[in-house]
């Protein structure tokens, strides 16, 4: 008699920890928000824009499970590591911070010059941001249009004739200190946007 009891313990037991494993997956957490989330599909009539990266959003993603509340991120947002180390920034690491530090709730990143007001990697020492899309782009970009792979240059143009010069894919200025992709051996370069389209918002 006592080693049924036992039996139909350890059953109930093992019963809600898989009832607690399968919440879990079914509602995931992130350290940005403060409901649970649940990974759902997204759908091109949906409209709807990544807290996050805040770039439009298709395919897999988490959604507040909350009504009313319009958090949402992508599969690959709510995976972004915490911390990174990124070869632009070599000085200190970069810290995931789900809004801008700064009074204004804006960031401008450091990469595209362009404002942000949802995720940023930080230096709070440096005050040195980056989109999380800009963190992410590839070292090398292989292009139909270039014969030579273009290296992402990290607003080092001094590796380029003059100050400034033009983008070979759109014709417009590339300015002195902003990323851009660039052929060391032809001189030539091009904008990030030119190169990773749809880049940041």
């Known amino acids: 008699m006592p080693q049924t ?24 957490v992130h350290f940005s928000h403060r409901h649970p989330l649940e990974l759902s599909e997204i759908h091109e009539e949906d409209k709807a824009v990544c807290s996050g990266c805040e770039l439009d959003t298709l395919g897999s993603a988490y959604i507040c ?14 995976d972004l590591p915490r911390h990174i180390r990124h070869p632009s920034h070599p000085k200190h690491s970069l810290k995931l911070l789900f809004s801008p530090p700064y009074s204004d709730s804006e960031f401008t990143c450091d990469a595209c010059a362009k404002s942000g007001h949802g995720f940023t990697y930080h230096c709070a020492a440096c005050k040195f941001d980056l989109h999380v899309e800009c963190a992410s782009l590839p070292e090398f970009e292989e292009r139909d ?4 792979p273009l290296v992402l240059l990290y607003g ?33 370069g091009a904008h990030l946007e030119c190169v990773c389209s749809p880049l940041c918002g």
């Not at 249009?145 to 030579?148: I, S």
């Not at 590796?159 to 030539?188: H, I, N, Q, T």
Request: aromatic fraction near 10%; hydrophobic fraction near 30%; charged fraction near 25%.
């Open 5 to 28: 009891m036992n039996i139909s313990l350890d059953q109930e037991k093992e019963l809600k920890e898989k009832q607690i494993m399968q919440q879990h997956q079914l509602f995931n």
């Open 65 to 78: 499970t909350k009504p009313n509340c319009n958090f949402l991120l992508h599969d690959l947002c709510f």
């Open 145 to 148: 249009d270039h014969q030579h």
């Open 156 to 188: 080092d143009t001094d590796k380029m004739e003059g100050p400034d010069f033009v983008c070979y894919v759109c014709g417009g200025s590339v300015w002195k200190g902003r990323w851009s992709y660039c052929c060391l051996a032809c001189k030539c």
